[in-house]
């Protein structure tokens, strides 16, 4: 029996860009599926095909059990779309527009009436109800365009990157509200291009790029395909990296990568905690003295590079909990990249510029909208 | 394809559908612009100083120095005139239908919509209908300034209703072609631009401000067959405006302009319809 969104050899093109590239899904009734994937890889156009708002050129979805492409008004009725724009009419209230939503879902207007109380006081939005959404703040707007695709508590929800662009204190409020959501029975399709938000919300994550699924799997069978941990030390004196790296270079199971001016290196390991004692003992006894060390285990953002050879592009949202990771992993930006075996042979020129061409027209067609 | 979810779909209440779920939808939108155009006071304000302001123009600048039918008095050409203008006022309007649908499209609200269990046509006629609203407060303003300005009517009542009635129809109909241009450009700005462009020529090579007997062989066939010049001749007769000494043209539009008016105007309508919403439909924003 299919899941509650099920998609089968989806094709979009836009001209000459392969938007969707023959993508399959399958999203079992209240679980969340992550689409993870870097800006134009194809996630908002797979959303908008489930969502009946495109038209694949080829291939068969339901949602629901319903056929997308046979019934879309009938799959209208059962999903809920929240989408990376806060749509919302900035000139109405916060009532108003979930009123509008609700009548517009065929619910009488008394009882949408009731049911935009309820979503305003779910969402704390209950104080600016009144007040045209225009004096919303972005996280109070987000919020409301979250309330506006559950007014009629619908089965299947889509969310389209529904954190891009909140600070970090209202991306982690979205995050509660979602995973209440999903504790209630509802099944989820979201998109991100923030690795550790799949990591947080959803069952099952799928990389895109390129219009394909390139990886799927829990976030753990992911990250265990990108292969093991690694330690990495931070050494006090800039002297004595040379001598620390041969330290490490003993210990470890492959290329010690050096950054000269964070004096930070790092080696791929196994043998987890005991061996990292080890490394300390061993670090101390030749005096060696370290501001920090620990044992890193693959993040999704190691995943993504691994498998597509680019980095996710996330820097520019400026989103504090990715930024670090994301700095680290910017080609060229440190030492790092230009040692890891993994990232270094993937990372090459070749590839990028394969890559722009198909890629850039697609995500202007995305940020048109 | 899972039967017990079919089952339960159909169990569960269905819409109204049809042609009242359509009006239903399509009210609900209109409302929703109507709330907007009271929030935002000034487009009202602009879209009624405009056509004001063609009125004294016109009238001061031009009064006395045209000659329409025999006649070269001001008075005569003032009454002349309004018919122009009303007509220009309605057909005027329609950038603002097409520049709101833009910008609806713009900011991810069109996608709200067309992924809402809504009729097809809705989000189109609902911004159609606020704006007929709009044309005809802004033409009830502009009669009372023109009449201020000394213009008169010299028919009965229902006869200048009936002229008002077909000067909303053609704005009604005028303002599904500014929805499709709405729907077709990128941005809001495109959208006021394109949408105003083609109005020019349109309502320049008409009857409106001049005489079409008086116009070149080649403008005077266009402006007798525009559809614009129909409605606008319609209500020169509706209300008594024709300037003494007129010499009907043979087109036929302008021989029986009040069923020519309704003709074209419908036919638009019709027209412009079906490819808005069929655009709608497929809109990929």
Not at chain 2, 152 to 167: M, P, S, V, Y
Request: glycine share 10%.
């Amino acid at each position: 029996m299919p899941g509650a969104i099920y998609a089968e050899g989806l094709v979009k093109t836009f001209g000459d860009v392969r938007a969707l590239d023959g993508v399959d899904l399958d999203v079992p009734e209240g679980t969340v599926l992550g689409l993870l994937g870097p800006n134009g890889a194809g996630k908002t156009t797979a959303v908008r095909c489930l969502t009946t708002l495109l038209t694949p050129d080829s291939g068969r979805a339901t949602v629901a059990g319903i056929d997308v492409l046979k019934h879309p008004n009938e799959v209208r009725r059962s999903i809920g779309l929240s989408g990376q724009f806060a749509a919302v009419d900035e000139y109405l209230t916060g009532r108003e527009n979930l009123q509008m939503v609700g009548q517009l879902y065929q619910m009488k207007a008394k009882e949408a009436k009731a049911r935009a109380g309820e979503l305003l006081d779910r969402f704390h939005l209950a104080d600016a109800a009144d007040r045209p959404s225009k004096t919303y703040s972005g996280g109070m707007r987000r919020r409301l365009d979250l309330a506006a695709a559950l007014v009629v508590s619908p089965p299947v929800m889509f969310m389209d990157e529904p954190t891009t662009g909140l600070d970090p204190r209202n991306r982690q409020g979205l995050w509660e509200v979602i995973q209440e959501l999903v504790a209630g029975g509802t099944t989820l399709l979201l998109t991100t291009q923030y690795l550790e938000e799949a990591d947080h919300l959803a069952h099952d994550i799928c990389v895109v790029d390129h219009g394909r699924v390139i990886a799927r799997g829990t976030s753990d069978q992911l990250k265990a395909r990108t292969g093991g941990e690694r330690v990495e030390v931070v050494v006090h004196d800039r002297e004595r990296i040379a001598t620390a790296s041969e330290v490490l270079r003993g210990f470890g199971k492959g290329e010690v990568a050096v950054a000269e001016h964070t004096r930070k290196l790092t080696v791929p390991v196994t043998g987890g905690a005991k061996l990292l004692a080890e490394v300390i003992r061993e670090l101390d006894a030749r005096g060696i003295e370290i501001d920090d060390i620990g044992l890193r285990r693959p993040t999704l953002d190691d995943v993504f590079i691994s498998l597509t050879g680019h980095a996710a592009e996330l820097a520019d949202e400026g989103n504090g909990a990715d930024t670090e990771a994301d700095t680290e992993l910017r080609p060229g930006h440190g030492a790092r990249s230009q040692h890891s075996p993994a990232a270094g042979s993937r990372r090459s020129p070749g590839a990028e510029s394969q890559r722009s061409p198909g890629a850039e027209p697609q995500r202007k067609k995305e940020a048109d909208k | 394809m899972s039967t017990a979810t079919d089952t339960a779909l159909k169990a569960g209440p269905r819409p109204a559908g049809g042609i009242r779920q359509s009006v239903r939808d399509s009210l609900v939108v209109a409302k929703r612009n109507l709330i907007r155009m009271i929030r935002i006071p000034e487009v009202v304000l602009f879209g009624l100083i405009q056509p004001v302001m063609f009125v004294i123009l016109f009238t001061y600048v031009f009064g006395g120095s045209i000659q329409v039918g025999g006649s070269i008095s001001s008075q005569d050409y003032r009454n002349f005139l309004m018919a122009g203008i009303f007509a220009q006022t309605v057909t005027f309007a329609t950038a603002g239908a097409g520049a709101g649908i833009a910008d609806d499209m713009h900011k991810g609200l069109i996608d709200r919509f067309r992924s809402l269990p809504m009729a097809r046509g809705a989000v189109l006629t609902g911004r159609t209908i606020a704006d007929l609203a709009q044309t005809a407060l802004t033409l009830i303003v502009l009669a009372g300034v023109a009449l201020l300005l000394g213009w008169r009517t010299h028919e009965n009542f229902g006869k200048i209703l009936a002229g008002f009635g077909l000067l909303l129809l053609l704005g009604y109909a005028f303002s599904w072609i500014g929805a499709l241009i709405g729907l077709s450009v990128r941005t809001p700005e495109a959208a006021t631009s394109g949408g105003l462009i083609w109005l020019f020529p349109l309502t320049f090579i008409s009857n409106a401000f001049v005489d079409s007997n008086k116009l070149p062989t080649f403008f005077r066939h266009i402006a007798e067959w525009n559809p614009f010049s129909t409605t606008v001749q319609a209500c020169r007769e509706l209300f008594g405006n024709l300037p003494p000494g007129f010499q009907t043209p043979d087109a036929w539009p302008m021989r029986h302009p009040v069923l020519a008016s309704v003709i074209w105007s419908v036919v638009i309508l019709l027209i412009f319809r079906t490819l808005a919403v069929r655009k709608y439909r497929s809109a990929a924003a």
